[in-house]
């Protein structure tokens, strides 16, 4: 049988590296696929190593491999609408919290979000340089997945979905139709403006 990968390159002329231009997200994974130790190592440790407001690093990650008893309680009770469907082949779900308190007092959540959301993205291209595919999902049960994780003091800003992508054959129509759409962006208009001011 002919495997039928697809590849959703950024359709744009500008010459993008590959992690970036390459880069997306799957919802087909290849559910025989294990990380292996070097692979978690290096996808936790892109985490660590992200930026931060003041290195103040306002952040945890949970990654939970397929085969243990966590990755199939969030598979259960943490995943919501379709990703319950799809993220369960994926090999390892990253849950990325940030932490709520700073010496023992109140963060400032905005600059909290936004450096947690910059580590995730380490980790995302780091999964591209390892040939892995990465899925973000907010579509979760966050009360949940604290419980299930017993997070105390932190907020759940995303699970990601890591693994190989699988082939689309023997897929539902919903979902083949889903992972072969085209990926768009707003126009560069919309996003950018170069050497003026905003119209
Ligand atoms: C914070 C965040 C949350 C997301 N949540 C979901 C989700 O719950 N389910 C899903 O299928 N995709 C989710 N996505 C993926 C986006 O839909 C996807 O990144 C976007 O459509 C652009 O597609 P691309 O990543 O293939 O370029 C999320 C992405 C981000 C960054």
Redesign the pocket.
């Known amino acids: 049988m002919t495997e039928n990968f697809l590849t ?1 390159p ?1 359709d744009t002329p500008a010459k993008l590296h590959p992690l970036i231009g390459e ?5 087909i994974f290849d559910p025989g696929f294990k990380l292996d130790d070097d692979h978690v190592s290096s996808l936790l440790e892109a985490f660590r190593w992200s930026a931060s407001s003041s290195n103040e690093q306002p952040w945890h990650a949970v990654l939970l491999r397929s085969g243990t008893k966590l990755f199939d309680e969030i598979s259960r009770t943490g995943l ?4 319950a469907s799809w993220a369960p082949a994926s090999s390892a779900y990253a849950i990325v919290l940030a932490d709520q308190l700073f010496e023992g007092k109140q963060r400032d959540m905005a600059g909290t979000y936004f450096d947690a ?1 910059l580590a995730s993205s380490q980790l995302v291209t780091q999964a591209e340089a390892m040939k892995l595919k990465a ?6 049960n966050r009360d949940e997945i604290l419980r299930t994780i017993k997070a105390q003091d932190r907020e759940v ?2 699970v990601i979905a890591i693994g190989k992508q699988g082939s689309l054959a023997g897929h539902s129509d919903e979902l083949v139709a889903r992972e072969s759409a085209p ?1 768009l962006r707003k126009d560069p208009a919309d996003v950018y403006t170069i050497d003026g001011v905003l119209s």
């Open positions: 959703k950024a880069r997306w997200s799957p919802r919501g609408g379709f990703n959301g899925h973000y999902m907010g579509g979760i800003i995303c990926r």
